[in-house]
């Protein structure tokens, strides 16, 4: 796929701003070019804007070439920018699935871009044949959440890999919950197909929700395509000095996925027993969607009590749900202890 095909016009003649430090990378004695102020090092200077040292760590970790990486502020900043870069405004489309993710509706809103919505089935997954008749000609991106937001449940992977293979455009699966459901990741698909763009993020199983840093994985064309139209220091020194720490604690990080499963499933186990509790969904999350009578009523109830959950019950298909994130032990039990005050 030429995917110079889909770029709006004016992103293909775009010449990109160029900083101090994209034209010169290395060890120097003295810095002299990006009029910085000499004093409080190391914070004086911009930092790498292609983030070189963090995505060498990243694709180690993930096994991917580091030129294949996007870093941004969280993932919406690459959502945004793929908007920007591939939808004329007024003119063209992005299908996603309902429900799922807001940013994708309101990133397209600012754009002026169209999105056009497919219900998912009555299981939580994706109906291929109305998706993909959804498009047009004008269609360039789709945007898939796996595991799914507000749902918690992953995709068929069978599903997603017919889309891509179909799709004329970009197949972006949004992979924000991924380290809670191992071995259905797209990620070792990437070099498979030119036009699957995924994204990742240090916010959730990471617990680096704190320092906004999302990943983009795709083909080196659409990695450049982003560094292009990016910010020039889109990442500040302390997000990258932190994540580069963070890295470090890889096995810090299987063991907290480990714990919030194992309160996940103690959480449905719990909640399935009271009796306003209708159905809790299966999650390959850190949340779980319970539908229950008078869900309002409860989340309200819940606020009173201090314990802020989210509610959910007038999104698609979540008629009286809510979700519920999978928090410490004892955040669970306060939880689970004041519910059961209600019977």
Not at 94 to 106: A, E, K, L
Not at 218 to 239: E, F, R
Request: aromatic letters at 8%; one cysteine or more.
């Amino acid at each position: 796929m030429d995917i110079n095909q889909l770029l709006r016009k004016n992103i293909q003649d775009l010449k990109p701003y160029s900083s101090a430090r994209d034209e010169y990378t290395g060890e120097a004695m003295v810095f002299l070019d990006a009029n910085e102020n000499p004093f409080n090092q190391p914070y004086n200077r911009y930092p790498d804007p292609l983030q070189r040292a963090l995505k060498e760590k990243i694709a180690d970790l993930k096994k991917v070439d580091s030129n294949t990486i996007f870093l941004g502020n969280g993932s919406d900043e690459p959502i945004d920018l793929l908007i920007r870069a591939f939808c004329e405004p007024g003119k063209d489309n992005i299908v996603t699935m309902n429900p799922t993710y807001g940013m994708y509706q309101v990133a397209a809103d600012i754009s002026g871009v169209e999105i056009r919505k497919v219900s998912l089935t009555s299981e939580f997954q994706l109906d291929t044949t109305a998706l993909l008749a959804a498009t047009d000609e004008n269609t360039k991106l789709i945007f898939l959440c796996s595991p799914n937001n507000p749902t918690g449940n992953s995709l068929n992977k069978e599903d997603m890999l017919k889309i891509v293979e179909t799709f004329k455009g970009l197949l972006i699966v949004d992979e924000a919950y991924i380290d809670f459901a191992p071995g259905k990741s797209l990620l070792p698909e990437l070099g498979s197909f030119d036009n699957l763009v995924v994204l990742q993020t240090f916010s959730k199983a990471w617990g680096m929700a704190g320092i906004r840093l999302g990943m983009a994985f795709a083909s080196v064309q659409i990695i450049g395509i982003l560094n292009k139209i990016k910010y020039p220091y889109n990442l500040n020194i302390l997000t990258q000095q932190k994540a580069l720490e963070l890295l470090d604690q890889h096995e810090q990080v299987i063991d907290w996925v480990k714990l919030l499963i194992a309160e996940r499933d103690e959480m449905t186990t719990e909640l399935q027993k009271l009796p306003f509790v209708v159905e809790v969904y299966p999650s390959d999350a850190n949340f779980l969607l319970v539908r229950m009578y008078d869900a309002r009523g409860i989340y309200e109830y819940l606020v009173e009590e201090g314990i802020i959950v989210r509610d959910r019950s007038k999104v698609h298909l979540c008629d009286d749900s809510l979700r519920i994130t999978v928090g410490s032990k004892e955040e669970n039990i306060t939880l689970l202890t004041t519910l059961k005050n209600l019977i």
